[in-house]
């Protein structure tokens, strides 16, 4: 009984190790345009030296239909400004690669069809973090390459930095919870569209 019981909190610290918590109010050293876009409720996701926040646009950004395979929100133009992100600790993204702590604006991107994203997720949508102080405009950044230069920036490797991002299931509630063995995802509100973002995670 001893041994049922010691398994269970065991258990249970594993998944009470992220906490969703409502976020102050958005990083003052982000361009003000970008602050003006924000919506003022954000996430703050604690862990015990906390760990990251988020606050998205109020707004999503919309256009034409890309007509892309594989792409959950087909008509957010390429490049697009959704949110802003601050890691508190040294945080890390899709890929494993560590982010320092500071803060990062979150552009809109879909991985190109190359071969070497095969299997990294079921859609092709994710978020590219670029350092916020180098992105002032609320406008997209629709060439690719110039992007993927700037994410750089975030990651400090060859490869940029990237959060999972899809539409959210129909059946998926709002919050933050555990899906599979190492995701923890956020859903939530991008104006009037449900999102889900993997903010903890490594893709296999």
């Known amino acids: ?30 361009a003000a345009p970008i602050l003006a876009a924000l919506n003022k409720a954000g996430t703050r996701i604690a862990a015990d030296k906390g760990y990251v926040e988020i606050w998205l646009r109020s707004t999503m950004p919309s256009g034409p239909n890309t007509g892309e395979s594989s792409v959950t929100l087909p008509t957010i133009p390429p490049g697009a400004l959704l949110g802003v992100l601050r890691f508190l600790a040294k945080g890390s993204d899709r890929r494993g690669q560590t982010i320092a702590p500071g803060v990062y604006t979150l552009r ?18 994710f978020l590219v973090l670029v350092p916020a102080a180098l992105d002032k405009s609320t406008d ?16 400090g490797t060859p490869h940029p930095a ?19 063995e190492k995701d923890w995802v956020l ?7 449900a999102v889900s973002i993997t903010l903890i995670g490594v893709a296999e």
Do not use: W
């Not at 809109?108 to 949508?125: E, L």
């Not at 859903?187 to 569209?193: H, I, R, S, W, Y």
């Open 108 to 125: 809109y991107g879909n991985y190109p069809v190359n071969g070497n994203h095969q299997g990294v997720a079921p859609q092709r949508d």
């Open 187 to 193: 859903t939530t509100k991008l104006g009037d569209t």
């Open 1 to 30: 009984m001893m041994r049922i019981c010691a398994l269970l909190l065991a258990a249970t610290a594993v998944f009470a190790q992220y906490k969703a918590q409502p976020a102050g109010d958005p990083p003052s050293e982000i």
């Open 162 to 180: 990237v959060l999972s991002f899809s539409k959210a299931d129909a059946d998926q509630k709002p919050g933050f919870e555990k899906q599979g």
């Open 140 to 155: 997209a950044v629709s060439d690719f390459d110039a992007l993927m230069e700037l994410s750089r920036k975030a990651s």
